[in-house]
């Protein structure tokens, strides 16, 4: 099950920025696409965008960081990483409701996990590439939940170099989005 939400979200993920390669993704704060260049966002709620695909169906919210922490050996680092992105995709065709997935902009340490951290609660994402989940529909409707009653969320996780990398994503707007997104591709 988790192979087929590896290649939905790969190809959702690559639909986004090949709409948008012309263009270029614009990332400060939320998840800004140029309007003329891409046509599926039909929302943005404060700091979470809205997209809607139609062959198949598919709905996400997505957000960028707010900050981001890079250290090595308890030292910080600079270091170079992709788009550092928090999904939450809803699949009808798929019977997805509410998966979240994360992609830290590097490959994550082989074998390694995600931790989310959320208004005193912890949740553990496993890790294939540059791509982590929850290990189940119940922990990605366990972790929205956490999401709709936060203000912010951090994903601490580690590189195949060592890099261990936090990233807090600010949560306003998300319940909105998730509203929107839910209303245009609800079961």
């Known amino acids: 099950m988790r192979q087929r939400q590896l290649e939905a979200v790969t190809d959702m993920f690559s639909r986004i920025l090949t709409g948008v390669a012309a263009a270029s993704v614009l990332l400060s704060g939320t998840v800004a696409m140029a309007q003329d260049v891409s046509t599926n966002q039909v929302a943005a709620k404060t700091d979470w965008s809205v997209f809607v695909e139609d062959d198949p169906t598919e709905c996400w919210g997505v957000s960028s960081p707010k900050s981001t922490v890079n250290t090595r050996d308890g030292r910080t680092v600079s270091v170079r990483r992709g788009d550092i992105l928090l999904f939450v995709t809803f699949r ?6 509410g998966e ?19 208004g005193g609660s912890s949740f553990e994402l496993f890790t294939e590439g540059e791509w982590a989940w929850p290990a189940s529909p119940d922990d990605d409707s366990k972790l929205v939940t956490a999401l709709k009653r936060g203000a912010e969320a951090t994903f601490t996780a580690r590189s195949t170099r060592g890099t261990q990398t936090k990233d807090t994503f600010s949560l306003m707007g998300f319940t909105a989005a998730m509203e929107e997104a839910e209303k245009r591709c609800g079961e």
């Open 100 to 118: 979240v997935s994360f992609t830290g902009g590097y490959p994550f340490a082989k074998g390694s996990t995600v931790t989310a951290e959320v």
């Open 92 to 97: 009808p065709g798929a019977g997805a409701a």
